[in-house]
């Protein structure tokens, strides 16, 4: 548990292929928050509070192979 709640800011522009966001406390990301990252492959935001995921957040992420949400508190996922 890092205690990360939301994910407000952007991602700098930074050559990474994957992320790990899980066992966080994470409710929100904003949109577009990801948009820097191009050349990510694999997203993993696992063990959450996420609810709900507008369809904008993995919009720019063209290069996304894997995306993990499990054990989240998701209600609505608006067109993905």
């Not at 994910?7 to 966080?24: Q, T, V, Y």
């Not at 820097?36 to 509070?49: D, Q, S």
Request: aromatic content about 4%; glycine content about 2%.
């Amino acid at each position: 548990n890092k205690g990360l709640k939301n994910i407000k800011e952007e991602f700098p522009r930074i050559k990474i292929e994957s992320l790990i966001l899980s066992n966080n406390e994470i409710e929100f990301i904003e949109k577009n928050v990801f948009k820097n990252l191009k050349n990510l492959k694999n997203l993993e935001i696992n063990n959450n509070k996420i609810r709900n995921i507008n369809e904008d957040v993995f919009q720019k992420l063209k290069n996304l192979k894997k995306l993990s949400l499990n054990n989240n508190n998701l209600e609505n996922l608006n067109k993905m």
